[in-house]
Each structure stands twice: as structure tokens, then as C-alpha cells.
């Protein structure tokens, strides 16, 4: 605790700092400045405090009490506080904490009927392009899209004649589709920088041949996004060689 009545007097506020910024730094710790005024003058008294967490509302209560036994006017110019604490992290010794569980040790019944149900019957690839190349922006035109999509509905991979459908009046761009028996080919435009395509194949390495035919005919396009998922019903999550290469899961 420090009064300070002049100019002169100004180097008890540094000496009262100096606690709260080199002594005890962390909290609680606070320096706090306390104008008690009259109408002719003041008085200053400056505040130092370490440990009390309440100094905040011990302080409040001080000034307050002063006030009625002084007469004079108090004002909290301001308080000032420490470093934050770094949270400290608490160590439980627990021994089950220890033990190492194995997939027996759950029940498995639901997650072994759901793998041994389901039912891949192919794969689907989508695919994001963009008309940006090597970070340059190149054009891209209705008629070089139906270009390339025609190209790939023509492909000899696909057995059979595919049904092939465009829609060029939705929205600012295109739609086009080829729907085989055992695959599909689906081409969004969204009329300015993006074309999204849409694979499906009942073969995975038919996929992959139709995959390059689409890039080859996209030459104007680059890739953004890739998704890869196998497709089929009863919650499928595996593809169909996963299973036969593994009919049992490892876990079961």
C-alpha cells in the first residue's frame, strides 16, 4: 500500500507495479489505483495484493468503508491483474485405465449380422473437375462437354446399347446420361467452371477404364475431388472382392 499526494511521489506507483510484474506474477495477484477526492483536492493510493481471489469485492468493500469514515469521495481508476494460471492436468490412477480390451470383449452380434448381410453389387466413383489446369483457368463450352460425354457413351467397355439422355435447359448448364445394364455415366455442368460426374459399375475394373476414358475426354479439365464407395443393399460397406477374399471379418 502506497500514497501518493504529488508529482513527486510518482515513483511509489512503479515500486507498487513492480510486485504484480516481477515479484508475483501469477494470479491472484492485482494492483489496484484509488482516487479519494475533495472538492479542493486528492489523494491517490495505490494497491498491491497477492493470493486473495476476492481482492476484487475486498477491495469494494475497503473503499466504501473508507468512504464513510473519511467523508471523502473514493473512485477505483483501476485494477489491474497477474498471468494467467496454466491449467494444471490431473493424473487418476485408475487399473481397469490399464487393461486392454479385445473385440471379444464387446458384443459383436449386430456389427457380424450387418457384415455377413449386406450385398455389394458394384461400385460408384464422383467426380469433381474444374476448369482450372496446372492453376490456369481454361474455357469451357457446352459443346466441348456434350463432345465428351458423347465419346465416353460410345465406349466398347460396357456391353450393350446404352439409353442416353441430355437436359440442356435446367439451370445455367447441362445435364447429360448413359445407363447401361450393368453401368451408368452422369454429367452435371453447372453452366460456368464445374462439372460433376457421376460412375456406376457393376465392375470395378470396368470402373477404372471408364474413369480414364472420362479424363481423356475432359482434356480441358482437372480434377478436384474424388469419392470412391462400393454400392449395394443391406448397409453395404464392403466391396464384393473384400468379402470373397474375407468372409469372416478379423474381428469376428
Not at 473519511?70 to 485494477?79: D, F, K, M, P, Q
Not at 473385440?103 to 474444374?130: N, W
Amino acid at each position: 500500500l502506497a500514497t501518493i499526494d504529488s508529482q513527486k511521489d510518482m515513483w511509489k506507483r512503479s515500486v507498487v507495479d513492480r510486485i504484480r510484474t516481477t515479484i508475483t506474477r501469477l494470479d491472484p495477484v492485482f494492483r489496484a489505483h484509488v482516487l479519494f477526492n475533495t472538492t479542493e483536492s486528492s489523494l491517490e493510493m495505490a494497491f498491491a495484493s497477492s493470493g486473495d481471489e476476492l481482492f476484487v469485492d475486498n477491495l469494494k468493500t475497503a473503499v466504501s468503508s473508507m468512504e464513510k469514515k473519511s467523508g471523502l469521495t473514493a473512485e477505483i481508476r483501476n485494477i489491474f491483474g497477474g498471468l494467467w494460471k496454466s491449467e494444471p492436468t490431473y493424473i487418476i490412477e485408475d487399473d481397469a485405465g490399464l487393461k486392454f480390451f479385445k473385440p471379444e470383449d464387446f458384443d459383436l452380434k449386430a456389427s457380424l449380422k450387418q457384415y455377413r448381410t449386406q450385398k455389394p453389387v458394384g461400385a460408384q466413383s464422383i467426380i469433381q473437375y474444374t476448369n482450372v489446369v496446372r492453376q490456369k483457368p481454361t474455357l469451357m463450352v457446352a459443346e466441348d462437354l456434350k463432345k465428351g460425354f458423347d465419346k465416353v457413351a460410345l465406349t466398347d467397355q460396357v456391353e450393350g446399347y446404352p439409353f442416353v439422355e441430355a437436359y440442356e435447359t435446367i439451370g445455367d448448364g447441362d445435364i447429360h446420361i448413359a445407363i447401361w445394364d450393368t453401368a451408368m455415366i452422369l454429367f452435371v455442368w453447372d453452366g460456368r467452371v464445374q462439372v460433376d460426374v457421376n460412375i456406376f459399375c457393376a465392375d470395378r475394373t470396368i470402373m477404372a477404364a471408364l474413369q480414364a476414358e472420362v479424363e481423356q475426354a475432359l482434356p480441358e479439365l482437372e480434377i478436384k475431388l474424388r469419392d470412391f464407395h462400393p454400392r449395394g443393399y443391406g448397409q453395404v460397406v464392403n466391396f464384393a472382392e473384400d468379402l470373397v477374399d474375407m468372409a469372416e471379418p478379423h474381428w469376428a
